[in-house]
């Protein structure tokens, strides 16, 4: 126990650990419960904790792992984003409207991690129903950033990253339907994966954009981000859209040099808008990755700025379905004494959910309105295959491409409130990634006024492994990742 | 001022598939409420359709029977209204492309004669829920049992003009689906839905009247009914000057007419747009010949076949294909005893009549193929009069046996030994000598109502079991001969 400091501990270290039988699941479980209740007060990042499932799993999985039928991740606590639906623990996506819902169901994400043997923790706050990037949507208040406690950690996987970055869990779960773990992942320093569309089941995850959602790992390295993908992956009978593609071994995926890889940096992506201290670090980080052979070159992707627009067009028009299903009538948060049916549904939705959840209902339901279908819906479903088409074309001249994952460094809890279109600005690198359904990492590139800031590479469809293994040789070469936040009381 | 009645029929049809379209939940009628809806059906948070292939199948053997042109490619989309029934706030239906597109349907009406009716198009949907209003007093239930039931609606042109046709257009279209057994086509039950959209126009005109809609009309009866209320109603306004609105109505078959439903019902923006959570159904030839090549023989091929194969006419072609079951058992009978006319006859007439009286299905008949065919069979060898050939099939309903057994027990074979039958003859005549003598002495045509009179007075002497050819013949000989 005393050589590992769960401030910073990998989920390889703890396995480690546990294979040489250093420390048991069991003592791992109690230390990060410990440090929850420690530093989540001060950091909420956490809203729902799950003490006596915790400490069940933690002891089946000494068990198992002493029987030696221990899985890849047997015995490795982890947090999820309250998104994914877990049998028997309160799955609220940080929303007044399912403040009290216990789905009788488990995400096959968190079937598939429970089966890889991991212990789950609790759940992590967001942005309500994944909308935002500061996590300042959520019913349960905001999440803070650990590096300073007065900024945001991003979002809308906020929770997630602030407890990975806060050595709350080693390992956490997000979604990412326009950068929702990449941009966290940026702001707090740590390491967050977006795979490709498909790749891992929407089956259990409460929907924002059906056609943008898409879970990753949220970790401190590459390594584990591999480690936690390869055992959330695969196609899945209860998802008609995830993918029936050959699951790789994402572990021996990192093996390897990237010597002629070629890297495109898109114009777009370093204009002015970028903030000029991100783009030295970023700069930086690919210096390295040239200093390991990889050749930079140039590429366009022209529709960047259109993709805002398409984005907010595209994802505001599935929510405003896919949250249709919160009417009060079997589940959820129900109003007071309706009057009648129409009383029932829009005060129970006006009551149950918050502004921005509303105000992209109503975009969306604006959007698919009769004599407004073509002008928006229409349309951006076009500039979406153009965009797609912007990223097959640059990948005719590279196999990654490189730049941001956020404009900015975090930024002060409350600045973008009142300028929802700012706030959109967080994404504006990430969310053409969802529209062409690319897998996207980011991975720590440094600190500017200790504040992290994050490189983004973004891969072809389906080549999870390329991503990866240039993130982890960035890792090999810098320690940007191993660098924690200094919480008040830490170093107990 | 004469006018013309136009319509259009839209019909929605649940598909007999053993689950449903977007879940596992089995798909049957009649469960107690509620039981038979999973996490899907009552679109529980991040619950996901998977789309059930059966009824891609059928939906596919639908329009491969009346000749439509397949959509290779038909995409989902999502419907967007609110109601307690309606789990997910959206139906999961096809509007932008659907899987069966253009076609024709060969409709026999009553006298035989083909009448052609245009499909538009038929696309897959899920059904609703249903909401209960009658059982909890100032409140609602909601039964999702029947939420996610596969639905095919079935949209045709604005090709009917009479009641009749529209009736005979849902007739043979249960015919279909039930030939195909993708769905029981039962009305009452609601697996088969009828919305009528209806019109009126001066005869002559070529272009169309507004139009009202008439939904969820659940019996061919009502069908017939709530046409002829509506152009009455329509009619009525039109000629007092006043225009038709466009609106949804409700026949009620209490007081026989239509009435509107609440506009604030029915002035939906319904928002489509294709639905993110599956992926096109894509067809290839392979699959729709597959699909082909397994079709059953449908109604109008087996009429066809009927009518050329067993000399039938078509009126009673066109009967006894109206139900797959019905031909199959005109079919077993005639291998049994090759007498197609005399079986269909007796199919149309006895034992309809007994299915009728009894309101059973010609599946459960307690008279069965073998039983009629041995009843004609007796008939046609002579062993059985005609005449009692009806007391032998009531004796088959009751389930006395088999014909043979029944003539056997109840003595009712036709006597056609002649010794015997002379003797009948002689008897008789020399009962009634002054007949004998009228007869004798009577021109040809005054002979053949005496005749008559002596059969008469044999037949009652044997108790109907004297075969009127041999009676007829030794008569006559016996008559003449003196």
């Known amino acids: 126990m005393n050589s590992l400091d769960l401030s910073s501990a990998t989920a390889a270290q703890l396995i480690s650990a546990l294979q040489a039988g250093t420390i048991s699941s069991l003592e791992l479980t109690q230390a990060y419960l410990q440090r929850i209740e420690k530093f989540n007060p001060a950091v909420n990042a956490v809203v729902t904790i799950d003490h006596e499932g915790a400490l069940a799993s933690a002891a089946a999985a000494d068990q198992a792992r002493a029987k030696g039928a221990e899985g890849p991740l047997t015995g490795v606590p982890l947090l999820h984003k309250d998104i994914f639906c877990t049998a028997g623990v309160r799955t609220t996506c940080a929303s007044k409207m399912l403040a009290n819902f216990e789905p009788p169901y488990n995400a096959t994400v968190v079937e598939k991690l429970n089966a890889a043997g991991v212990v789950t923790l609790g759940k992590t706050n967001m942005d309500e129903f994944a909308m935002g990037s500061s996590n300042e949507t959520s019913y349960f208040g905001p999440s803070f950033n650990p590096w300073d406690l007065k900024r945001v950690p991003g979002g809308s996987s906020g929770g997630s990253a602030a407890a990975v970055a806060a050595g709350l869990a080693p390992l956490s779960t997000g979604t990412d339907t326009g950068g929702s773990i990449r941009q966290p992942a940026s702001l707090c320093g740590i390491t967050g994966f977006k795979p490709t569309y498909g790749r891992i089941s929407r089956f259990g995850i409460i929907a924002f954009a059906s056609s943008l959602d898409q879970a990753g790992p949220m970790t401190r390295t590459v390594e584990d981000a591999a480690l936690m993908l390869s055992a959330m992956c695969g196609l899945d009978a209860n998802d008609s859209t995830s993918a029936d593609v050959p699951v790789p071994n994402f572990q021996t995926a990192l093996n390897g040099d990237i010597k002629g890889l070629r890297i495109g940096l898109p114009k777009e992506y370093f204009s002015d808008m970028l903030n000029a201290d991100v783009a030295t670090s970023i700069h930086a980080a690919l210096k390295e990755l040239e200093a390991e052979g990889a050749i930079l070159v140039d590429v366009d992707l022209p529709h960047t700025r259109q993709g805002i627009a398409t984005y907010y067009v595209i994802a505001p028009a599935e929510a405003s379905a896919n949250l249709a299903r919160y009417d009060g009538v079997r589940f959820g948060h129900r109003c007071d004494n309706p009057t009648d049916l129409m009383d029932l549904y829009a005060r129970s939705r006006s009551e149950g959910f918050g502004g921005e959840v509303q105000r992209r209902i109503l975009v969306g339901t604006y959007a698919l309105s009769a004599g407004f279908y073509d002008a928006y819906f229409k349309k951006a479903q076009q500039v979406r295959r153009i965009i797609s088409e912007d990223f097959k074309k640059a990948f005719e001249v590279c196999d990654l491409i490189a730049g941001p994952s956020a404009p900015n460094v975090a930024f002060p809890v409350g600045a973008k409130n009142d300028d929802p279109i700012a706030m959109y600005m967080e994404d504006v690198y990430t969310l053409s990634v969802n529209l062409a359904g690319l897998p996207g990492l980011s991975v720590p590139a440094g600190l500017i006024n200790d504040l992290p800031i994050g490189l983004q590479l973004i891969g072809r469809p389906f080549d999870e492994e390329t991503v990866l293994r240039a993130g982890h040789r960035l890792q090999l070469r810098t320690d940007h990742h191993l660098k924690t936040p200094q919480l008040g009381a830490d170093q107990s | ?482």
């Open chain 2, 1 to 482: 001022m004469s006018w013309e009645t136009v319509m259009g029929l839209e019909v929605h049809l649940q598909l007999a598939t053993a689950s449903k379209i977007f879940s596992g939940a089995a798909n049957k009628f009649g469960a107690d409420p509620n039981s038979q809806a999973c996490a899907v059906d009552l679109g529980m948070p991040g619950m996901l359709p998977v789309l059930n292939e059966q009824a891609v199948r059928y939906a596919v053997m639908f329009g491969l029977g009346i000749d439509a042109r397949i959509g290779k490619r038909s995409i989902f989309d999502r419907k967007n209204y609110f109601y307690p029934d309606l789990p997910k706030g959206y139906q999961v239906s096809q509007f932008f492309e659907p899987i069966v597109c253009e076609g024709v349907f060969q409709v026999p009406l009553s006298d035989g004669s083909l009448f052609s009716i245009r499909i538009t198009r038929a696309h897959l949907e899920e059904d609703a829920g249903k909401s209960v209003h009658d059982r909890f007093p100032g409140q609602t239930g909601v039964d999702l049992n029947r939420a996610g039931t596969p639905l095919l609606e079935i949209v045709t042109e604005p090709d009917f003009r009479t009641a009749e046709q529209a009736v005979a257009y849902l007739k043979a279209l249960h015919s279909l689906v039930t030939y195909l057994g993708i769905s029981d086509g039962n009305m009452a039950e609601g697996s088969m839905r009828c919305d009528i959209n209806l019109s009126l126009r001066p005869t002559g005109s070529d272009s169309y009247g507004t139009r009202t809609e008439i939904k969820n009309v659940n019996s061919f009866r009502f069908v017939e009914k709530a046409i002829a209320a509506e152009t009455a109603r329509q009619q009525e306004l039109l000629e007092d000057g006043v225009s038709i609105v466009q609106e949804t109505r409700l026949y009620d078959a209490d007081r026989d007419e239509t009435r509107s439903m609440r506009s604030k019902e029915v002035a939906n923006d319904y928002r489509y747009f294709p639905e993110p959570d599956l992926l096109p159904i894509v067809l290839t030839d392979d699959y729709i010949d597959s699909v082909r090549q397994a079709l059953p023989e449908l109604p109008a091929a087996k009429r066809e076949r009927f009518i050329a194969q067993y000399q039938l006419s078509d009126y009673d072609a066109a009967l006894l294909v109206s139900s797959p079951d019905m031909a199959a058992y005109f079919e077993k009978a005639v291998t049994l005893c090759d007498e197609p006319k005399a079986i269909a006859n007796w199919m149309l007439g006895d034992l309809s009549a007994a299915l009728n009286k009894e309101g059973i299905p010609v599946s459960q008949s307690p008279v069965e193929p073998q039983n009629l065919a041995g009843l004609v069979a007796r008939i046609t060898d002579g062993t059985l009069s005609s005449k009692l050939g009806k007391q032998v099939f009531e004796a088959l309903w009751q389930g006395e046996g088999s014909a043979d057994q029944i003539i056997e027990a109840r003595g009712l074979r036709q006597v056609s030994d002649t010794g015997a039958l002379e003797k009948l003859v002689a008897d008789v005549m020399s009962e009634n000598q002054d007949q004998v003598a009228q007869y004798r002495a009577a021109d040809s045509s005054k002979q053949k109502k005496l005749i008559g009179f002596f059969v008469g007075q044999i037949m009652k002497a044997s108790k109907g079991q004297a075969n009127p050819q041999l009676i007829n013949k030794i008569l006559t000989e016996a008559l003449d001969s003196d």
